[in-house]
């Protein structure tokens, strides 16, 4: 039985004050039989989350990292400065990143890998454009982003992967794929990680994001396929954050 996951990804947002006052009002109040409850935040955020969640069942995860241990990458940082505060999980390959910070497959792949290796369980996403969609090309792309996003992947790491499929069209529009558009694709995700693993694919949870919102989670919770949400603009206010989470 796969536990759902929803993960609230912060973005470019929120002083250390304000995500400390939001880790004020969701602690205690999550639903940990439901679902596993994580906010991916940005860099600095970090540590002040960690220890402000301490103890609780609120999951830290980071929104990037490079995937050298370390060296001259200015501005980077490194996937033993998030082990070292303890992150749980780190977000990869979004479409933010791959559209503005030239991610690519092979990157993302790496950082895949070496979160692995370091312990930190990665999300990694996928998602086609408006125009892929349109050309009924998602399924093409989707194949492609994940078969090389879990190349090299050991069978005994992939229920630590969780992939979360990210309609680029959805995202932060107000436009939300219908459930069953999204839980077609993400039934055919699954078959595509079945085709690398087989059986263990049962065991990958496999997130839909773009536009989730207090108002349509229950029913994108409800599809057979999905597993959760990675969750932009609606999880940034506590209130709404609690309300996925209690789908
Ligand atoms: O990572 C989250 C996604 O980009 C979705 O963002 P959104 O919920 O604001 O549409």
């Not at 470019?12 to 109040?29: C, H, Q, R, W």
């Not at 263990?200 to 994108?220: C, D, F, H, M, T």
Request: overall charge negative; glycine content about 8%.
């Amino acid at each position: 039985m796969r536990k759902p996951i929803i993960a609230g990804n912060w973005k470019m947002n929120k002083t250390i004050k304000e995500a400390l006052e939001f880790a004020e009002a969701v602690k205690g109040n999550t639903c940990p039989d439901k679902a596993e409850a994580v906010i991916c935040a940005p860099f600095t955020l970090l540590k002040d989350l960690k220890e402000a969640t301490k103890g609780t069942d609120i999951k830290i995860g980071a929104q990037n990292m490079h995937f050298e241990e370390s060296g001259a990458f200015t501005g980077e940082v490194s996937p033993l400065m998030l082990k070292e505060l303890d992150i749980d999980y780190v977000v990869i390959g979004h479409s933010e990143r791959r559209e503005y910070f030239n991610e690519t497959d092979e990157t993302v792949n790496k950082k895949v890998l070496k979160a692995l290796e370091v312990g930190i369980d990665p999300i990694l996403c996928c998602g086609e454009t408006l125009e892929e969609r349109e050309a009924d090309k998602t399924k093409d792309v989707v194949k492609v982003q994940v078969e090389e996003g879990l190349k090299n992947v050991a069978k005994e790491d992939l229920a630590k992967v969780v992939i979360a499929y990210e309609p680029i069209w959805a995202i932060g529009t107000g436009k939300t794929a219908t459930a069953e558009q999204a839980n077609d694709v993400i039934a055919y995700i699954r078959e595509v990680v079945k085709g690398l693993y087989g059986e263990l694919a049962e065991e990958v949870r496999i997130q839909y994001g773009g536009s989730v919102k207090p108002a349509n989670v229950s029913e994108i919770m409800a599809q057979s396929d999905i597993d959760g949400a990675l969750v932009g603009g609606a999880s940034l206010k506590a209130e709404d954050y609690l309300a996925l989470l209690n789908f």
